[in-house]
């Protein structure tokens, strides 16, 4: 493939060839492109279009929704829904899944999604985004609740937008990640990032600091050890960024390495972490592991807990693959 003019529909062919789902799946991630495409062009507008701001309304976890929360919701209800390919969805801005059973035949999917993830930069301009988990819907029924509380392991695709400089799509299917840019003006996605490698090594980590009074021993140990930098056990300096947008943060690291935490703290002792397995966790730590990272709850393999709840939280330890393995060490450690 010529790098640069391949778009995602000519991308989408080569690796779903196959079985008819494969050829649906191919599909159903062109419709989400087509989303994609109208969140970014809102998000480009901002203030212009009207959509800054927030609403009086709150989501299921008590958090203000935005107006944009809730147009890029629309946004992919309306295309999920007219594309027909999709039985049932989830979303952070709904408590419960939404069933598509008015459709001839239910669809083959069941997506669960954020679709404006990081929502508290939307005001201030900085990058927010869109990430999205497929897994298989149930054949010859509809699906019930059970059908979409499967380990992040069986997810078919996965994927995230992030609405920053320029727009990107970056996805899997099982076969690598890559990653797409927005092109404007043919309204494409092109292939700009194809297989891309997160580096083992990393002199860089992702944690908002503001937290370190609540964090557990074993995170403590390994961000006091960065910041001791070269005369510490480390022999190194190392680098600190967060942008509080999971996505963004995500991007930098598969596009040049690092670690990114959100783990389990005391602060909120019944919450056992911050960010939402079914659709922050899951679908990032698949991109992360086919991109050669890995993705840790710090005791285990994010993909491989089992779920009990849409809504559900869970510690999050990603990117460079040694790092990780070192974090999740510590905490083995106790
Ligand atoms: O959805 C949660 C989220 O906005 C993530 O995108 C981001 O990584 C995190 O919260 C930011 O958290 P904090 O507000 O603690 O910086």
């Excluded at 999709?86 to 069933?99: D, K, L, Q, R, T």
Aim: contains cysteine; negative net charge.
């Amino acid at each position: 493939m010529h790098l640069g003019r391949t778009t995602l529909s000519q991308f989408l062919i080569q690796q779903l060839k196959g079985s008819d789902q494969q050829a649906a799946l191919a599909d159903l991630l062109v419709d989400i492109a087509a989303a994609v495409k109208a969140i970014s062009s809102m998000t480009a507008k901002g203030a212009l279009a009207g959509v800054l701001g927030s609403l009086e309304s709150q989501n299921v976890q008590g958090e203000t929704q935005k107006k944009l929360d809730l147009l890029s919701d629309k946004a992919f209800i309306n295309t999920f829904h007219l594309g027909g390919l999709v039985a049932g969805m989830a979303s952070e801005e709904n408590e419960h899944p939404i069933v598509f059973d008015d459709l001839e035949a239910p669809g083959a999917f069941l997506a669960v999604f954020d679709p404006l993830d990081g929502s508290s930069n939307i005001d201030v301009n900085v990058s927010v985004g869109s990430i999205f988990s497929i897994l298989k819907a149930p054949e010859g029924r509809l699906p019930g609740l059970a059908d979409f509380l499967r380990p992040g392991k069986e997810q078919i695709a996965a994927g995230y937008a992030v609405y920053g400089p320029s727009t990107m799509l970056v996805l899997t299917v099982g076969q690598g990640t890559h990653g797409f840019t927005l092109d404007r003006e043919m309204g494409n996605f092109i292939l700009t990032h194809p297989n891309i490698q997160i580096p083992a090594q990393t002199s860089e980590f992702a944690i908002n600091t503001s937290n370190e009074r609540f964090w557990e021993l074993p995170v403590l140990r390994y961000i006091e050890e960065c910041k001791a930098g070269k005369t510490g056990p480390r022999g190194r300096d190392f680098n600190m960024r967060w942008i509080a947008s999971m996505v963004a943060d995500v991007h930098r690291i598969l596009m040049r390495g690092g670690v990114f935490m959100y783990p389990r703290d005391t602060k909120d002792p019944s919450k056992p972490g911050r960010l939402r397995l079914m659709y922050e966790a899951n679908p990032m730590s698949l991109v992360v592991e086919q991109a050669g990272g890995k993705a840790s709850t710090g005791h285990g393999r994010i993909l491989e807990v089992q779920p009990d709840q849409i809504h559900q939280r869970v510690p999050v330890i990603l990117g460079s693959s040694e790092e990780v393995d070192r974090i999740a060490g510590y905490h083995e450690a106790g």
